[in-house]
T-cell receptor
Framework: EAGVAQSPRYKIIEKRQSVAFWCNPI?????LYWYQQILGQGPKLLIQ????????DSQLPKDRFSAERLKGVDSTLKIQPAKLEDSAVYLC????????????FGPGTRLTVT | LAKTTQPISMDSYEGQEVNITCSHN???????ITWYQQFPSQGPRFIIQ???TKVTNEVASLFIPADRKSSTLSLPRVSLSDTAVYYC????????????FGQGTELSVKP
C-alpha cells in the first residue's frame, strides 16, 4: 500500500515570497490533515479536510495560509507571503475518516525562509 | 481536550524495557489514549491506543489504570532503532479524531 506522498521534500525561499506544498493521501482515505512542526516541538494541526470540505481550520493563519482539496483527493497548502517564523516542517496526514485516531503521515516538506 | 504531561527525555540501553508514563488528569469519559512515535526527518507513526486496562500489539504495550488519569507505554527490549520521540495524546472522541501533540518524550537508546 502506498503511503502519503508529499512534494517537494525541501524548499528554501526568501521572506515575502510565496510557496506551495502538495500532498497525495492514501487511496480511500477521506480525511486529510496539514500540520506545521517547528523544530523541537510537536506537530500543530493547521487544517483538516473531510473529502473536499473543511472540518477544522481554527489554527490556520488565514491572512497568509490557504489550503484546498478540490476533488477530495490530493491537496495543496500555500503560504503567501512567507515570514521567517514559517520555517518549519509541513506534514500531511490522512485517515479513513474523522473518527479514526490512526493517522498516516507523509515525510513532510522542510521549509526554510531566509 | 485533555492536557497530557510526559517526561521531556529518557535514556536507556539496548535490551532494556522502557516505560514512558503520561499523565492526563482531566481526560474525559470518551477519550482514548493514543501514542505516536516520530523518528528524525519522518512524520509521526501511530503505535498503539487504548481505553482502559492493558493493550498489547507487536510493537508495544499500553497500561491504563482504572482511574485513567495516567497511562504507561512499555517498549520491551529496546534497540538502537527505537531512539525517537514518543507522543502521548488523548483525542476527544467527538472532536473528529483531532490530535493535539505536546512536546513528547525524546528516548535515547545507547549501546
Amino acid at each position: 500500500e502506498a503511503g502519503v506522498a508529499q512534494s517537494p521534500r525541501y524548499k528554501i525561499i526568501e521572506k515575502r515570497q510565496s510557496v506551495a506544498f502538495w500532498c497525495n493521501p492514501i487511496s480511500g482515505h477521506a480525511t486529510l490533515y496539514w500540520y506545521q512542526q517547528i523544530l523541537g516541538q510537536g506537530p500543530k494541526l493547521l487544517i483538516q479536510f473531510q473529502n473536499n470540505g473543511v472540518v477544522d481550520d481554527s489554527q490556520l493563519p488565514k491572512d497568509r495560509f490557504s489550503a484546498e482539496r478540490l476533488k477530495g483527493v490530493d491537496s495543496t497548502l500555500k503560504i503567501q507571503p512567507a515570514k521567517l517564523e514559517d520555517s518549519a516542517v509541513y506534514l500531511c496526514a490522512s485517515s479513513l475518516d474523522t473518527r479514526s485516531y490512526e493517522q498516516y503521515f507523509g515525510p513532510g516538506t522542510r521549509l526554510t525562509v531566509t | 481536550l485533555a492536557k497530557t504531561t510526559q517526561p521531556i527525555s529518557m535514556d536507556s540501553y539496548e535490551g532494556q524495557e522502557v516505560n514512558i508514563t503520561c499523565s492526563h488528569n482531566n481526560i474525559a469519559t470518551n477519550d482514548y489514549i493514543t501514542w505516536y512515535q516520530q523518528f528524525p526527518s519522518q512524520g509521526p507513526r501511530f503505535i498503539i491506543q487504548g481505553y482502559k486496562t492493558k493493550v498489547t500489539n507487536e510493537v508495544a504495550s499500553l497500561f491504563i489504570p482504572a482511574d485513567r488519569k495516567s497511562s504507561t507505554l512499555s517498549l520491551p527490549r529496546v534497540s538502537l532503532s527505537d531512539t525517537a520521540v514518543y507522543y502521548c495524546l488523548a483525542p476527544l472522541y467527538n472532536q473528529g479524531g483531532k490530535l493535539i501533540f505536546g512536546q513528547g518524550t525524546e528516548l535515547s537508546v545507547k549501546p
